[in-house]
């Protein structure tokens, strides 16, 4: 078969990528290797930036959102014996909203089956030919066992961390840089209303904890643990002792109920360059991981699809080559402006070192509290980064 633009992936990237070719009157098709149930219950993300939500409404999904997300005007940052809000709101005029990945993508997925747009989920052996022509094309096995094929003029790699697609621009042309991190996440959802009105990011001798939430009723909480972790050593109890341990403030209670997931995380940071090869391009965790510390993985997806989509428009309706190929270098100056956030609000909060680590993390910390320029430094990477570029601005 034939399309315009084929998509591998049916993450945020993959979905919302499609759902703005769609509205400039472009078609696209998805592969995706799992099933869209298992798309659509995966427990990722929770918070998004001001310009993803714009973005998201101009691309006509953000009527859930509009009436469901919670708008946060800052974050708390906690270390022992003292929680200090900062208001982002008053440092930058943005906010941030409290709106789960899954709803994002239910939303997404959603919008493109109304448009009657073709998606192959359950698709095995996905591979990218001829990235380096005008007639790109992929192939791989049907949920059927069918054998196919999608001839296309462009194809876009939206299939994360583990996806083949960047394996398609040839080694002696890719640069890959990264950064392991010798910690790793414990995530819980828990079916309980949350115990702070905004997120609470706390330092602890213990390690880093994380409280989150997704809606009135359930909340959603990480704990620094060692990549080593295996989570059926970590019981209910213990989880929610290690919680009240590590959040604990004079005068405050954490609410606990029954858990509905947990699991272990890695962390890394993680950059591919470049995001573009002849007619293949990269977007989102296909090209780029950051440690979730800085909320910015899914805002870094959006923001790469709001810089490619009208690329490719110009490309694929006007033969216009010049926003496709200032593509790789106008979205990588984000990139690395979150990766460098990422890393910084990781290094900050997360135990490592010895004690002299743990004295510089608590100077910081006290820093960023007191003084309003390190805490708008903060509040505009959260929360206020342009869509494009990122560096333009600072
Ligand atoms: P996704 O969502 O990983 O989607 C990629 C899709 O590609 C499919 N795929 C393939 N399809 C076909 N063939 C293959 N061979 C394929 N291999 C893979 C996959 O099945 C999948 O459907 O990437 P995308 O679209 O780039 O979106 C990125 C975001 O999902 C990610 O950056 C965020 O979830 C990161 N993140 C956060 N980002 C934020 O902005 N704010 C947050 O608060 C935040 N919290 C988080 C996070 C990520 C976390 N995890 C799980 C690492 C919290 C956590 C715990
Ligand atoms: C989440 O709610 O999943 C979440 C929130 C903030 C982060 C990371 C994850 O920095």
């Known amino acids: 078969m034939r399309t315009r633009v084929a998509?591998?992936?049916?993450?945020?990237?993959?979905?919302?990528?499609?759902?703005?070719?769609?509205?400039?009157?472009?078609?696209?098709?998805?592969?995706?290797?799992?099933?869209?149930?298992?798309?659509?219950?995966?427990?990722?993300?929770?918070?998004?930036?001001?310009?993803?939500?714009?973005?998201?409404?101009?691309?006509?999904?953000?009527?859930?959102?509009?009436?469901?997300?919670?708008?946060?005007?800052?974050?708390?940052?906690?270390?022992?014996?003292?929680?200090?809000?900062?208001?982002?709101?008053?440092l930058t005029g943005q906010a941030v909203y409290v709106y789960g990945q899954t709803e994002l993508t239910a939303d997404l997925m959603a919008v493109r089956e109304k448009a009657g747009q073709l998606a192959f989920y359950e698709a095995t052996d996905v591979a990218v030919h001829d990235a380096?022509?005008?007639?790109?094309?992929?192939?791989?096995?049907?949920?059927?066992?069918?054998?196919?094929?999608?001839?296309?003029?462009?194809?876009?790699?939206?299939?994360?961390?583990?996806?083949?697609?960047?394996?398609?621009?040839?080694?002696?042309?890719?640069?890959?840089?990264?950064?392991?991190?010798?910690?790793?996440?414990?995530?819980?959802?828990?079916?309980?209303?949350?115990?702070?009105?905004?997120?609470?990011?706390?330092?602890?001798?213990?390690?880093?904890?994380?409280?989150?939430?997704?809606?009135?009723?359930?909340?959603?909480?990480?704990?620094?643990?060692?990549?080593?972790?295996?989570?059926?050593?970590?019981?209910?109890?213990?989880?929610?002792d290690e919680l009240s341990t590590r959040l604990a403030l004079d005068g405050w209670t954490l609410r606990t109920g029954p858990i509905l997931e947990k699991s272990v995380l890695p962390m890394r940071s993680f950059v591919t360059t470049p995001m573009r090869h002849g007619r293949l391009f990269l977007a989102g965790d296909a090209a780029h991981i950051v440690p979730p510390t800085g909320a910015k993985g899914l805002n870094?997806?959006?923001?790469?699809?709001?810089?490619?989509?009208?690329?490719?428009?110009?490309?694929?309706?006007?033969?216009?080559?010049?926003?496709?190929?200032?593509y790789s270098d106008t979205a990588l100056r984000r990139v690395w402006r979150s990766t460098h956030f990422s890393w910084w609000m990781t290094t900050m909060l997360h135990r490592h070192g010895d004690d002299f680590d743990a004295q510089l993390q608590l100077s910081q910390l006290r820093r960023v509290i007191d003084s309003p320029s390190a805490a708008r430094e903060l509040a505009e990477n959260y929360a206020g980064l342009p869509i494009a570029g990122g560096e333009d601005r600072g």
């Open 132 to 240: 380096d022509t005008d007639r790109p094309s992929i192939t791989f096995v049907d949920a059927t066992g069918a054998a196919r094929r999608v001839d296309a003029e462009v194809v876009v790699g939206c299939d994360g961390y583990h996806g083949p697609s960047k394996q398609a621009i040839p080694v002696g042309l890719r640069q890959t840089v990264e950064r392991a991190y010798p910690f790793a996440w414990l995530g819980v959802l828990a079916q309980v209303p949350p115990s702070t009105d905004e997120l609470i990011y706390a330092w602890h001798p213990n390690g880093f904890a994380l409280h989150s939430m997704r809606s009135e009723q359930v909340s959603r909480f990480y704990l620094q643990v060692d990549p080593s972790e295996r989570i059926e050593d970590w019981s209910d109890d213990r989880i929610w």
């Open 300 to 326: 870094l997806a959006i923001a790469d699809v709001a810089v490619l989509a009208p690329a490719l428009t110009a490309l694929l309706r006007d033969g216009s080559t010049g926003p496709a190929d200032a």
């Open 7 to 90: 998509i591998i992936g049916s993450g945020p990237a993959g979905l919302l990528l499609s759902q703005l070719l769609d509205l400039a009157g472009i078609e696209s098709v998805i592969v995706e290797r799992q099933s869209a149930d298992h798309v659509k219950s995966r427990i990722r993300a929770g918070i998004l930036e001001s310009a993803s939500v714009d973005l998201l409404r101009r691309a006509g999904v953000a009527d859930r959102l509009d009436r469901a997300a919670i708008e946060h005007r800052g974050i708390y940052l906690q270390w022992p014996g003292r929680r200090q809000h900062l208001d982002f709101t008053e």
